[in-house]
């Protein structure tokens, strides 16, 4: 035996997640019973807590066998195995979604009253449980809570047989649990107390955590002045940081780019501060022209480094740029300035080109990270790198395109950006 209840078993789990701390993520405990182990884990690392309200859609002859899983906002995901096996119609599926949608709406109803559910999109997202035995659960949620637009998704157990990794195979970007017994039958053997959770327990973690996080000030997220307008900004500050990262998102992009989202994890778990913003509001976005603007954008940038350097307690610290793509050449332009202070710079599949004659007045040392799948760009590099008097230096990414959606490409974008940031911080 190992824990005395969920509350003891939340805790030991949180121990196993304070990597997790001061990042941007999002506690999602599984109904019932997760729930009280996920409010430790959201306690202790400072996070929203919400629920991860998960239907399986059951065969309708077999409903025990699942042809797929629905979440909220109108989320579906399929077993299409399952659905060519057993001939289900389009009929029926609607039928048995129907049915299982309305009961999702009264548990949301029930747990949440009016509150909304927590915004997941470009988020870090641990899934909670009370323990994983056929992993079936944990594998619908990981699935619903991805197509909510999760950046990384993190599953965390108290408990779980020694072979669940594979269970859950790639469904989750991280895996953790606090004991993984050779003899497992039940999750409750593991438990002195593991009663059911009513309810009214649910709510009452529900509420209560979200009384305390109502009266912290550590929201991550923050207005940033540009001028006559404000921007949003997401503000991440590891304790000890020697630095924080700002961040240039390319044409089309916002501060919840999965891509730069992925990035800037790596950079807090290598103890960096990252600071992701729109560059425009929705209103500028919405003109192409302002999109391509790389003095207006690179004005937005050194705004954005003003407002961080007049923040109490974040005076002291480093400035550094991380750009994709277009954004690449508004970090350089902003770094060209001789007050900017910036120490170094990181670019991404970026456009360096555009930042045009500003280029050799850049001081800070400069990455440029291409992908080798990415000519184009790479030559464009190359060209602009004969251009910087600055330490410098060039990086090809083997096997990588443009975006870096190849497997363990965008892994290597963060090492290397950490490396560099960490170095000349």
């Not at 449980?129 to 619903?144: E, F, K, Q």
Request: hydrophobic letters at 45%.
């Amino acid at each position: 035996m190992y824990f005395t209840d969920r509350t003891d078993a939340g805790r030991q789990l949180a121990a196993r997640l304070e990597h997790l701390k001061g990042r941007d993520v999002v506690v999602l405990g599984l109904p019932r019973g997760g729930v009280p182990v996920a409010e430790q884990v959201a306690d202790a690392l400072g996070a929203p807590l919400d629920v991860c309200l998960v239907r399986k859609l059951g065969v309708p002859f077999q409903p025990e066998l699942a042809m797929g899983a629905i979440g909220e906002g109108d989320v579906r995901v399929l077993n299409d195995h399952v659905l060519a096996d057993t001939g289900v119609s389009a009929g029926d599926l609607a039928t048995v979604e129907a049915r299982e949608r309305v009961v999702l709406g009264q548990r949301s109803r029930r747990y949440r009253g009016a509150r909304s559910a927590a915004r997941l999109d470009g988020r870090t997202v641990v899934v909670v449980d009370d323990g994983l035995a056929t992993g079936a659960t944990a594998i619908a949620a990981c699935r619903v809570v991805r197509a909510q637009g999760a950046a990384r998704i993190v599953l965390a157990v108290p408990v779980a047989p020694g072979d669940w990794r594979e269970r859950i195979g790639r469904e989750a970007d991280e895996a953790v649990s606090v004991h993984e017994p050779d003899f497992f039958y039940a999750i409750g053997q593991f438990y002195q107390d593991f009663s059911q959770t009513p309810d009214e327990e649910v709510v009452a973690c529900l509420e209560r955590h979200h009384a305390g996080q109502g009266r912290g000030d550590d929201d991550p997220e923050v207005r940033i002045p540009a001028g006559e307008v404000e921007v949003a900004g997401h503000l991440v500050v590891p304790e000890g940081a020697p630095g924080i990262v700002v961040f240039a998102h390319g044409s089309g992009s916002s501060r919840h780019s999965p891509r730069n989202r992925a990035v800037a994890e790596s950079l807090n778990r290598a103890g960096l501060g990252t600071l992701l913003f729109d560059l425009l509001t929705e209103e500028e976005a919405a003109d192409r022209a302002n999109v391509f603007d790389t003095e207006l954008l690179a004005g937005r940038l050194a705004r954005a480094t003003r407002w961080l350097g007049g923040r109490p307690g974040l005076d002291a610290l480093r400035t550094g740029y991380f750009g994709a793509s277009t954004g690449a050449a508004a970090a350089l332009w902003a770094a060209a300035d001789p007050l900017s202070g910036v120490a170094a710079v990181v670019s991404r599949g970026g456009r360096p080109d555009l930042a045009g004659p500003r280029l050799g007045q850049v001081r800070a040392p400069t990455l440029l990270i291409v992908g080798g799948n990415d000519p184009l760009v790479q030559d464009l590099n190359e060209e602009a790198r004969s251009r910087l008097r600055c330490e410098n230096r060039l990086v090809v990414v083997p096997g990588a395109g443009h975006l870096f959606e190849e497997p363990g490409t965008l892994e290597q974008v963060g090492e290397l950006a950490a490396g560099w940031f960490a170095d000349h911080f």
